[in-house]
């Protein structure tokens, strides 16, 4: 039950709006809108402008003051604009509120994310994850989303339904969250059996911010075609190849990647699919350094396998796309060696930071692939001489 389907809003015209809440500096914002824009990009919309505002609170009606409600109102009828996108969850009130005043489309960001989960959902379990995830991003707001959902459906006028219906639809998604789990479950089942059966095998995954090029390592570490592209949340099931590593065998697992003011309902229902985090050995953790907020994503990152109890595993920080880093960070102009100082600098510091378990590659490069190679060889070898020692003495 997607709220608003990605056809719906192809090549629409949107706007984004921030609050910069009290002891929150303007340039985190700013950063925050960059990923907001990402999102909206990636779901198929364009944007147009930006507005923020510093408030110590949201409004509890509008989320934002009149007066920049009345301006971003101007603009969307100057404009011509579709929607307007909040990087913060909404209310059902406010949203009916903002909806009122603006006669457009509003989405927040939980629903934005939940709508590009919707159209990347490929498995029946992506699929009842994801519709899980929505119905609980309904279920608080049904109230006041009513006459919103209506005017979305073409309903005429804006009066909605009396209380009894609405207790009705709120039966009726409560039996479906219900239903949702109990097949979730299953299909939980069946996963673990599947994971049981694969042996005395070291299990490894690749962890990370969405976009970093997880993805793409995976095609180039298992010589496999798992789809890719410089998109958000391009992977949401997780593949899991066998890979050989000098007569060694293990287990390689891409995942879903991970963003700030991910949905905490969404990480609940995507708990399942995470198993396969949890229950790794080894942890390949994916960095785009050429990210200019890449030690923030090393941050969310680090929370969200906190969360899922897995942050203490053994794990390879891998710095990705050195390749677009260098162009970034190096004038053509620079001397060579004053490149080569700054590079060991940027290497030993993490190295410093990580204990030594960092490397710096690019997976569409295939730079520094061999030594990744070595890396993980030592770490898995080691967990082979401590559980199956019988088994280690052949690779």
Partial sequence: MSLITKAEYQQEKAVLIGLIHQGQKEEQVTEYLDELAFLAETAGAVTLKRFTQRLQAPHPRTFIGEGKLEEIRQ????????LAIFDDDLTGKQIFNIEKE?????LDRSNLILD?????????????????AQLQYLLPRLKGLWTHLERQ???????????????????????????????LEKIDRQSQTQRKSRGELIRVALVGYTNVGKSTLM?????????AENKLFATLDTTT????????????SDTVGFIRKLPHHLVESFKSTLDEVRESDILLHVVDISHPQFEEQIRV???????????????LMIFNKMDVYEEKQF??????????????????????????????????????????????????????LERYPYKAASY
């Avoid at 603006?102 to 509003?106: D, F, R, T």
């Avoid at 095609?219 to 789809?227: C, D, H, P, Q």
């Avoid at 990152?301 to 899922?308: F, K, M, Q, R, S």
């Fill in 153 to 183: 459906r073409g309903g005429i006028g804006m009066r909605g339904p009396g209380e009894k219906e609405i207790e009705t639809d709120r039966r009726i998604v409560k039996q479906e969250i219900s239903l949702l789990k109990k097949e």
């Fill in 219 to 227: 095609n180039v570490l298992s010589k496999s075609e798992v789809f």
């Fill in 331 to 384: 004038d053509e102009l620079l001397p060579a060696e004053v490149k080569e100082e700054l590079l060991r600098n940027l290497k030993q510091s993490w190295s410093k930071q990580t204990n030594g378990n960092a490397i710096f590659i690019s997976a569409t490069q295939k730079q520094n692939i061999d030594a990744l190679r070595t890396k993980m060889y030592d770490l898995v070898k080691q967990l082979y």
């Fill in 301 to 315: 990152v680090n929370e969200t396998l906190a969360e899922l109890g897995a942050l203490e595993k053994p794990t």
């Fill in 75 to 82: 603009y969307v009828v100057e404009k011509e604009v579709d």
């Fill in 102 to 106: 603006l006669k457009i489309k509003i």
């Fill in 241 to 252: 190849r066998k890979v050989v590593m000098e007569r060694m065998p293990l287990l390689l």
């Fill in 116 to 132: 590009i989960f919707a159209s990347r959902a490929r498995t029946a379990q992506a699929r009842a994850q994801v519709e899980l």
